[in-house]
């Protein structure tokens, strides 16, 4: 989350170079906040995080429809998040 959208997708775009086809076990692991749409036991901790992030960086906190979009733009067809750890998820994105 300390990256811009357009960092996000170049850094991306290189990560899909650089790996193999999905057929063959290819994927990125990211692993990041993830904060919920809706306004659940952690949304003022994420939303406080998220003005940290906007002030002391160029980065953000994203929501799945975010993260989506920075995967397609990057050239990614699919991806999978599982929230298991609080705010923080892990993201396998797939070429």
């Not at 811009?4 to 790996?19: G, P, R």
């Not at 990125?28 to 003022?44: A, K, R």
Request: proline letters at 3%; glycine letters at 8%.
């Amino acid at each position: 989350h300390f990256w811009s959208d357009e960092d996000c997708i170049n850094i991306l775009t290189q990560c899909k170079k650089a790996i193999p086809s999905r057929e063959v076990g290819g994927k990125v692991i990211i692993m990041d906040i993830v904060v919920d749409s809706s306004s659940g036991p952690l949304f003022e901790t994420q939303m406080l995080m998220d003005m940290v992030m906007m002030v002391c960086t160029r980065g953000r906190q994203r929501d799945e429809n975010d993260w989506s979009a920075i995967f397609m733009k990057a050239g990614f067809s699919d991806y999978k998040i599982v929230k298991k750890l609080g705010a923080r998820g892990v993201i396998e994105v797939y070429p």
